[in-house]
């Protein structure tokens, strides 16, 4: 069964409104989770790491004043689109390792996006 | 600049042959690398993963080769099954205590029954 859930796992909302997607991990605690986005026929781009307890580390060109992360608890991450625009329209989707060793990371079912 | 590339967007496969999908990297950094199936609308799962210190891994229908010096690596899935359709993602990782991964762009697989 799955290991980390994510919801929703589709969401449509007016423009200038804000969505919170939700990422759990099931049965481990996970540290650390990532945040992707993945356009259509494009590969996931990884757009920030959530860390439990401090603050996200956002890659090269996410605007983290526009996707809020927030990792409060060892299973839970969110993730908010503020002020969402048509643009934001996509395929978001988080994974989160297992702490030991090199195994892969789990990824959540992820969350269709549309803004209209 | 794309670190790990999937130069195949696309592969059909007869039922019952082989596929192989390609991947290719170019940060010698990474030490850990994986593949990822993953249908529409879902989340990527895990299906192989192969150590830097390794050349080759097998696990059922699927075998995952390494080839450092030419920082190569493919999937080969056999017998290939309809059900493996799907867009198959290779994935790296660097070393050290990062655990983000790098995706390539992606192999659309189809396999013809």
């Known amino acids: 069964g799955a290991v980390v859930s994510q919801h929703p796992s589709r969401v449509i909302c007016k423009s200038g409104t804000s969505v919170k997607i939700e990422c759990r991990s099931l049965?481990?605690?996970?540290?650390?989770m990532f945040w992707y986005r993945q356009f259509p026929k494009q590969s996931l781009m990884l757009m920030a790491t959530?860390?439990?307890?401090?603050?996200?580390?956002?890659e090269q060109g996410v605007e983290k004043d526009k996707f809020l992360i927030n990792h409060a608890s060892l299973t839970l991450s969110t993730l908010t689109v503020t002020s969402a625009h048509p643009e934001d329209s996509s395929f978001y989707i988080c994974?989160?390792?297992?702490?030991?060793?090199?195994?892969?990371?789990?990824f959540g079912q992820g969350t269709r996006l549309t803004v209209v | 600049d794309q670190q790990v590339k999937q130069n195949s967007p696309s592969l059909s496969v007869q039922e019952g042959r082989i596929s192989i999908l390609n991947c290719d990297y170019t940060n010698s950094m990474f030490d850990y690398f994986l593949w990822y199936k993953k249908y529409p609308a879902e989340g990527p799962t895990f299906l192989i993963s192969i150590s830097s210190i390794k050349d080759k891994n097998e696990d059922g229908r699927f075998t995952v080769f390494l080839n450092k010096s030419a920082k190569h690596l493919s999937l080969h899935i056999v017998p290939s099954q309809p059900g493996d359709s799907a867009v198959y993602f290779c994935?790296?990782?660097?070393?050290?205590?990062?655990?983000?991964?790098?995706f390539g762009s992606g192999t659309q697989l189809t396999v013809l029954p």
């Open positions: 959530s860390n439990e307890g401090s603050k996200a580390t956002y």
């Open positions: 994935a790296a990782k660097g070393s050290g205590s990062a655990r983000q991964l790098t």
């Open positions: 049965d481990f605690q996970a540290t650390t």
């Open positions: 994974s989160a390792p297992r702490s030991t060793g090199n195994t892969e990371a789990f």
